[in-house]
T-cell receptor, first 114, second 112 residues
Framework: DGGITQSPKYLFRKEGQNVTLSCEQN?????MYWYRQDPGQGLRLIYY???????QKGDIAEGYSVSREKKESFPLTVTSAQKNPTAFYLC?????????????FGEGSRLTVL | SQKIEQNSEALNIQEGKTATLTCNYT??????LQWYRQDPGRGPVFLLL?????KEKRKERLKVTFDTTLKQSLFHITASQPADSATYLC???????????FGKGTSLLVTP
């Protein structure tokens, strides 16, 4: 079945450590996205990528980095510069820009900083 | 600034009744609006997309209206069931034109 796979589902990190969240899709979608969700908050866009080797900052990119070396993969690194990294992270993809269709989301990765 | 506002208070209704959720927006000129469902600890799932020239759209027990004059969308679930209990999010295209902005969502609880 086609879909988006995020891993790990749960991750614990000590302060000062970088951590990378994996996002893989087999939907052959061009566009991929990373959102962050905090309790009682809406989804906030971190980064998005429309094509391979290209990505753009979203509303809250500080303290995060991404790469898009393959169409299928869009990993997110949460760096030690991110001041409040504990959150639920969601990866999504779409065929193209979301003006004609939906976003497909993964099941999320919950990061807790100890 | 751009805002997408959804009722922050949870909506509790009895099984069989119609649930109505509201999405209001400011400083958007959307060509379309999307609705998603999110269960606890899961990723959102797409439900419906409605375009600016479509006043109403239906899918099974779901109905969405879109009033660009009022800057509002209403999301209805008829004959609601306990399985409909979830958080419902509305979304609009961001200024970049390449990503969606989401509201905070409204939690719906349908009791037997």
């Amino acid at each position: 079945d086609g879909g988006i796979t995020q891993s790990p589902k749960y991750l614990f990190r000590k302060e000062g450590q970088n951590v990378t969240l994996s996002c893989e899709q087999n939907l052959n979608h061009d566009a991929m996205y990373w959102y962050r969700q905090d309790p009682g908050q809406g989804l906030r866009l971190i980064y998005y990528s429309q094509i391979v080797n290209d990505f753009q900052k979203g509303d809250i990119a500080e303290g995060y980095s991404v790469s898009r070396e393959k169409k299928e993969s869009f990993p997110l690194t949460v760096t030690s510069a991110q001041k409040n990294p504990t959150a639920f992270y969601l990866c999504a993809s779409s065929i193209g820009t979301p003006n004609t269709g939906e976003l497909f989301f993964g099941e999320g990765s919950r990061l807790t900083v100890l | 600034s751009q805002k997408i506002e959804q009722n922050s208070e949870a909506l509790n209704i009895q099984e069989g009744k119609t649930a109505t959720l509201t999405c209001n927006y400011t400083n958007y000129s959307p060509a379309y609006l999307q609705w998603y469902r999110q269960d606890p600890g899961r990723g959102p799932v797409f439900l419906l997309l409605i375009r600016e020239n479509e006043k109403e759209k239906r899918k099974e027990r779901l109905k969405v209206t879109f009033d660009t004059t009022l800057k509002q969308s209403l999301f209805h679930i008829t004959a609601s069931q306990p399985a409909d209990s979830a958080t419902y999010l509305c979304a609009l295209l961001s200024n970049s034109g390449y990503a969606l902005n989401f509201g905070k969502g409204t939690s719906l609880l349908v009791t037997p």
